[in-house]
């Protein structure tokens, strides 16, 4: 072979290795921009302000833990089209003015997507006017406020849970099916909002069974965040002209259960019923078995419908050894009805705060797994009215068939 062929040879071989290295080095350098394309995608931003301490730390606590074991699941699975949720949840002490100031931090500093799972009516009063004027979306609140339930509904306000006057309402029913007198109900609440939302919700359910003497019945309040439950009491036992057989209770965990011990002497007989899990069995003693009512808004904790054993599963995974319970349920459940509308929202490109709005207002009769459709639209945004009833018995709460309700509670 002439030394003119070698060299030509030489010249192609060396050209295709060129060639071939420049390729391979494009593609490597691709695949590093497709992985930190993936890894850089923002995270999608949600928000929470909640009583992680002071009087209802119980229920802003196993708020916040089912919401963050759903928003783990999805992380781990790989986020909403790649992008993982940042959840960013903020203590507000059950006061407002703390409330306040988290959700300016969340919406004009953190520029969070939405609020979700605030917990607490006192929060709500200031929540409410916030969101509105900030046009960002109020989602699944745990507080039964009718607030937060207007008609036509506030744009950017959505509820997944039923209503304080929904829960007043079938405890009434209850506590008048067993042969009780209206007469003989009296009323316990904190001195806000929260309070004030149990006692109206008593007062329309009673004026809805044919009584009109609701304002005359024996009623106590206290102030928010301490356990001063005596002088609440005392106007109770004042006013009462014959003897208290139901208490309806619309005070927060430590204030329900000293008011119980304090009530219980004096009307030994008497039962004592409240909304939304606010009372916590390790607060009462035996001898309170079966005397205890509580409505609740999501189903039981240990039922075999397919979200429940879905969260049982999940609380295990990613709960760091919390037991399951109706709050942390609650939660679970909201956060998971959330992330359907995200999926759909970033199907759509409406992955922002306006577009949000839009898409939960065409979900229609969707089951996140309790067998219970939820529908909105820009005239609806209420979500489930359902409640589930619990007795305490055993030590912990128990589902129970009594008071009776007008919905089907479990299957």
């Not at 406020?145 to 304080?164: M, T, W």
């Not at 004096?266 to 078995?289: C, M, R």
């Amino acid at each position: 072979m002439g030394l003119k062929m070698m060299n030509k040879i030489l010249t192609v071989t060396f050209n295709h290795f060129i060639l071939l290295s420049l390729c391979l080095i494009t593609l490597f350098f691709l695949s590093i921009g497709y992985a930190e394309t993936a890894e850089q995608k923002p995270p999608i931003k949600l928000g929470m302000s909640a009583s992680m301490t002071g009087g209802a730390a119980a229920s802003g606590q196993s708020m916040k833990l089912g919401l963050q074991v759903y928003f783990d699941r999805i992380n781990h699975a790989g986020g909403i089209q790649g992008r993982k949720i940042e959840f960013i949840a903020m203590d507000d002490g059950y006061e407002p003015l703390r409330a306040a100031a988290n959700l300016h931090k969340l919406i004009d500093k953190d520029q969070v997507l939405a609020i979700i799972g605030n917990n607490g009516t006192p929060a709500a009063v200031v929540a409410a006017p916030i969101v509105t004027e900030s046009k960002i979306i109020l989602f699944g609140a745990r507080t039964g406020s009718a607030l937060l339930r207007k008609k036509p509904p506030d744009r950017y306000i959505f509820n997944v849970r039923a209503s304080h006057a929904d829960e007043v309402e079938a405890l009434i029913k209850g506590v008048l099916g067993s042969g009780i007198k209206p007469e003989n109900i009296a009323f316990f609440s904190q001195n806000d909002a929260f309070g004030d939302s149990i006692y109206q919700g008593g007062m329309k359910a009673l004026a809805k069974e044919g009584f009109t003497g609701g304002d005359r019945l024996p009623y106590g309040r206290y102030d928010r965040n301490t356990l001063d439950v005596a002088a609440a009491f005392a106007r109770i036992v004042e006013q009462a002209k014959v003897p208290v057989k139901a208490f309806i209770l619309g005070g927060v965990y430590a204030p329900n259960a000293q008011f119980i011990k304090l009530a219980k002497s004096e009307y030994p007989d008497a039962i004592f019923l409240t909304v939304s899990g606010l009372i916590n069995p390790n607060d009462l003693t035996k001898d309170l078995e079966g005397r205890v009512f509580v409505s609740q808004v999501v189903p039981y904790p240990d039922s075999n419908l397919p979200a429940v054993i879905e969260y049982r599963e999940d609380l295990k995974k990613y709960g760091g050894g919390a037991q399951p319970s109706f709050g942390s349920l609650e939660g679970y459940l909201v956060a998971k009805l959330f992330v359907m509308g995200l999926e759909k929202a970033a199907l759509s490109n409406k992955l922002n705060r306006e577009g949000i709005v839009d898409v939960f207002e065409s979900l229609n009769a969707v089951d996140v797994g309790i067998g219970i459709d939820i529908t909105y639209n820009k005239n609806d945004h209420i979500g489930l009215t359902n409640i589930w009833l619990s007795v305490f018995k055993d030590g912990k709460f128990e589902r129970t068939n009594w008071p009776k309700t007008k919905e089907k509670v479990e299957h």
